[in-house]
């Protein structure tokens, strides 16, 4: 058994928080970082970390959700235009069986449910029975550990349950830290079938130079040897648009924090995957 290495952070349109998560993914070798609220320059995230292909639907304006691949493995990825929007960016992953991997961005405002509807329709649609959704909901609701619930969480939950959706988050402190306060509003929301491939679900004590906390987690799958250091792929797929009460500890996370935090790295991961 093997790893995908996943992050998922909010870098809130900051250039300092895009710079940072390079030197993140030069440590850390991330295969996979959901992004959302990217920093970006007529209509395109920038500051893309080296090696990494960024995924997201072609728009008229600046997209709020995007996806990091590393490059040894983004053959295996496809993006899905017809599900996919500024505020969605879903991917196909070419594995046996076929994976789902969805970044999104739900707007604080009073239109959730119109916010959804794109993923609802892609849910409708492909019926997808691995699918892992990462995502900024600016929903609170104790499902995922927030001390709050409110309005929009609860037609979050509502949704989640509906289409067989759960979170896997764990308890570990907010996601959030800013001027209006702490809170927990990242979700990594997967289907049952996927969830138990999701494993070391945890908020990470790295310095993100961002407003919100980011989140690091694996994904566990299998490695096929003979289809190792491929770097094309004869699949067919949709054109890509591709970018190269707190505790003290707890409350670290929201101003300076230093970078160890003692995760250990796991096995290295192939340039071809299957669950």
């Given amino acids: 058994m093997d790893y995908l290495l996943c992050a998922q952070l909010n870098t809130h349109h900051s250039k300092a928080a895009m710079a940072h998560l390079s030197l993140y993914a030069a440590e850390k070798k991330a295969d996979i970082m959901f992004i959302q609220e990217p920093y970006c320059y007529n209509g395109k995230p920038c500051y893309i970390p080296t090696g990494y292909q960024c995924f997201h639907a072609p728009s008229d304006t600046n997209p709020r959700a995007s996806l990091l691949i590393r490059k040894e493995i983004a053959h295996n990825f496809m993006l899905l235009q017809q599900f996919s929007n500024s505020d969605n960016t879903i991917v196909l992953v070419t594995t046996n069986p076929q994976l789902y991997i969805a970044s999104s961005y739900l707007p604080p405002y009073d239109t959730l449910e119109q916010d959804l509807q794109a993923i609802e329709t892609f849910i409708n649609s ?51 830290c800013g ?78 924090r230093s970078g160890g935090t003692g995760y250990r790295t796991p096995k290295r991961r192939k340039s071809w995957i299957s669950l």
């Fill in 126 to 176: 492909v019926k997808p029975s691995n699918l892992i959704w990462g995502l900024d909901a600016n929903s609170k609701h104790s499902i995922w550990f927030s001390p709050t619930i409110d309005k929009r969480g609860r037609t979050l939950v509502n949704f989640l349950a509906l289409h067989g959706l759960i979170t896997v988050n764990e308890k570990g402190g907010p996601t959030y």
């Fill in 179 to 256: 001027p209006t306060g702490v809170s927990w509003i990242d979700i990594t929301a997967t289907t049952i079938k996927a969830a138990p491939k999701v494993q070391n679900w945890r908020i990470s004590e790295e310095c993100t130079q961002s407003d919100h906390n980011l989140i690091e987690f694996q994904v566990s799958i299998q490695t096929h040897k003979n289809n190792l250091n491929r770097v094309v792929t004869t699949h067919g797929s949709t054109p890509l648009k591709q970018e190269t009460g707190i505790s003290s500890k707890q409350k670290s996370r929201c101003g300076t």
